[in-house]
């Protein structure tokens, strides 16, 4: 059980900078969950706590020892790849042994660490397998193995060992969708039994929001945010978090704030839509924005401010989604399927929920409310 | 005509170059070394009769192979064992992502291109006794009955290097990059890794190496004929050199056996190889 602190990493392989003045602290007993589209540095950041890459500036620690210069074999730490990694040519006992056989354990108390016996050892992987589901298939190679048994081998590999904190690497993308939600509810338990540091690589935000205690969305080598799944929801930082997180994606358009006797509102194209007075409070007349609503914040409302015609509409059983023309642009409006029916060609009158109205800079990117 | 017979005649008619070759440069030798065997020949050669399988037993528990199949088994002793050895250790040596490495992944693999001759003109410049730069090293010395085959053994292994370095370095560069980082997050350091890990991953690679190393030196000649001519005193004269010194015109028969019973070993060295090749363990996923 370790925290594992990034303090201005980068890394640069040549030309190239995979991971950019990363500053991270991942607490102690954590899930943390490393969020972004591909190429954007997860990889990297989450080998460079392994061991695997070096650091090319700034400081990694993890507990309280810097390990810049620590080799990953002395890191007590494990990792699950995306490939499993398992070896081919051992057994699944076997395996799963793997790390207990050149380490020291602090086994006994008061006495310096030890390498287990046999006997030990054994118990522990009976233990590991057990906790997975292996023990019918101890003396199997991997190639006989389902991409599902395998991935929990990884697993049990990585838990046996107990180390101070777990990597992994996209574990879930070689299997089936139904197996991947099952698996998603089966790691956060075993999360919770181990209470060990997780950081868990993903490019997939259902796996982000549904898992972790906090994510940290990166672009390009850059921390985005860092938070909560919620918190990162709703109070998406920057224009790229807003569009990354959600799906569909808010919607996102450009447009000038205005104010009035009666209050501030923002004007896009020949339409208005109204903010919340006092939560804009700071914004000057004239200033460009970008406005961001997601699509189940907007509302069909006879009353509504903004017009805006259907192209067309989606249907996914439990709800549909609107895909409505609006100041050349796109927007999605999100229904439960048992709202009145639309159909493309109507022209929709809508209202955006003014305490979900989210502004950015057009120029920076940042959130301004 | 059917769109399978016709396919079927084409596939037929693409096989015969191949089919002809192997019939005329490899079976019908074959055949006529049996043939030679059972026959044997007058005093000045011009005739012969059928004798039978009568002269096979004597041939092959005679002086001549006993003697020439000890010296090719210790030859194979001498060349295997210590060509895989070093094949290994340059390829692991090479197997890395550095700046450069090409240049001595080509240069380790470059004997390939060598033939014999080349490797043992060479070898007879290192080791002459009167010229040699390594005359004096007594281990090795070419004029000695008693290490004379070790310096024959020596310009083998250099020259079959490049080839087991270019194979073994193939079968490393198999080897996922994960596996190797799972087994350095397990704690194992370079040696452990080495044994656990790579060793048993390449142990395919090194079987079909030990069998090819093997049967080309129960085939050396040319090595020994360049450097030895056979001596000192018959201390290099392999299986191969004893059959082509057999072979005579009015004694055609004792060379043939000879050469039977090594391609039999032969065959017997292959036949285990493929017995271990398939009770090895199917990888890849
Ligand atoms: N060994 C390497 N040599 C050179 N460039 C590399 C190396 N490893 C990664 N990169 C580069 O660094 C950047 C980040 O790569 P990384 O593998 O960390 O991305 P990722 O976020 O894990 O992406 P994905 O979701 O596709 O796995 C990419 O531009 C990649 O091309
Ligand atoms: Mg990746």
Redesign the interface.
């Known amino acids: 059980m370790s925290e594992v602190a990034f303090d201005g990493v980068t890394k640069r392989f040549g030309e190239v900078t995979a991971v950019d003045q990363l500053t991270l602290d991942i607490a102690d007993g954590e899930f943390m969950v490393l969020l972004g589209p591909s190429g954007c540095g997860k990889t990297t950041a989450l080998r460079m706590i392994a061991g695997l890459e070096t650091v090319t500036e700034g400081t990694l620690r993890i507990g309280d020892r810097v390990v810049n210069d620590v080799e990953a074999k002395d890191r007590d730490i494990a990792m699950v790849f995306q490939s499993y990694a398992l070896y081919p040519h051992m057994t699944v006992a076997r395996n799963i042994e793997s790390p207990l056989v050149a380490r020291r354990f602090h086994v006994d108390a008061d006495a310096p660490p030890r390498k287990l016996t046999a006997a030990e050892r054994s118990e522990r992987v009976d233990q590991a397998a057990r906790s997975l589901g292996l023990t019918d298939l101890m003396g199997r190679k991997p190639a006989a193995l389902s991409g599902g048994q395998r991935q929990r081998v990884a697993l049990a590999r990585a838990i046996v060992a107990r180390p101070s904190a777990f990597l992994m690497d996209e574990p879930l993308s070689n299997l089936d969708a139904k197996l991947r939600a099952q698996t998603r509810i089966e790691l956060v338990e075993l999360h919770e039994r181990l209470a060990t540091t997780f950081v868990y690589v993903t490019h997939d935000q259902v796996e982000a929001m549904t898992m972790a205690d906090r994510i940290a969305v990166l672009n390009e080598g850059r921390l985005q945010q860092v938070g909560p799944p919620q918190a990162v929801y709703e109070r998406p930082h920057n224009l790229f978090v807003a569009r990354f997180i959600g799906s569909p994606p808010m919607n996102t358009v450009p447009g000038t704030v205005v104010r009035t006797d009666t209050g501030v509102a923002v004007q896009l194209g020949g339409q208005r839509i109204d903010l919340d007075p006092v939560a804009h409070e700071p914004l000057a007349d004239g200033t460009e924005v970008v406005i961001g609503v997601r699509p189940e914040h907007l509302a069909v409302d006879p009353d509504g401010q903004v017009k805006a015609q259907v192209r067309a509409v989606e249907w996914l059983g439990h709800e549909r989604l609107v895909v409505c023309d609006l100041a050349e642009h796109h927007i999605t409006v999100r229904q439960s399927s048992g709202a009145e029916p639309v159909a493309p060609g109507d022209v929709l009158a809508l209202t955006a929920d003014p305490a979900h109205v989210h502004l950015f800079d057009p120029n920076t990117t940042e959130r301004l409310n | 005509m059917s769109r399978r017979t016709r396919d079927a005649l084409v596939g037929y008619a693409l096989l015969v170059p191949s089919a002809v070759i192997f019939v005329w440069f490899f079976f019908y030798p074959l055949v006529r070394l049996f043939v030679m065997g059972l026959h044997q020949q007058n005093r000045t050669g011009t005739a012969e009769r059928y004798v039978g399988w009568s002269r096979f037993g004597d041939v092959l528990t005679g002086e001549q192979f006993t003697e020439g199949l000890r010296i090719s088994a210790t030859y194979v002793l001498y060349t295997v064992p210590l060509g895989l050895v070093l094949g290994v250790l340059l390829a692991v040596a090479a197997n890395r992502r550095l700046k450069g490495i090409k240049v001595f992944q080509t240069i380790f693999s470059s004997t390939i291109a060598s033939s014999v001759a080349v490797a043992s003109v060479v070898f007879f410049v290192l080791l002459n006794p009167q010229i040699g730069y390594f005359s004096s090293v007594k281990f090795f010395s070419l004029s000695d009955p008693d290490t004379a085959l070790r310096g024959v053994a020596l310009s083998s292994v250099w020259q079959n290097l490049g080839l087991t370095f270019v194979i073994v370095l193939a079968g490393l560069q198999a080897i996922?990059d994960?596996?190797d980082?799972?087994?350095?997050?397990?704690?194992?350091?370079p040696v452990?890794r080495f044994f656990?890990?790579t060793l048993?991953?390449i142990s395919p690679t090194l079987m079909f190496l030990a069998v090819v190393l093997v049967i080309f030196a129960l085939q050396a000649f040319a090595q020994a004929d360049i450097l030895t001519q056979g001596g000192p005193v018959g201390a290099t004269e392999t299986l191969v050199f004893k059959i082509f010194r057999s072979q005579q015109p009015i004694d055609q028969g004792t060379g043939s056996i000879m050469a039977l019973g090594l391609f039999g070993i032969t065959l017997l060295v292959s036949l285990a190889q493929f017995l271990l090749l398939e009770r090895r363990?199917?990888?890849?996923?």
């Open positions: 996922p994960e596996v980082e799972a087994a350095t997050l397990d704690g194992y350091g452990r656990r890990v048993p991953l363990v199917h990888y890849g996923n």
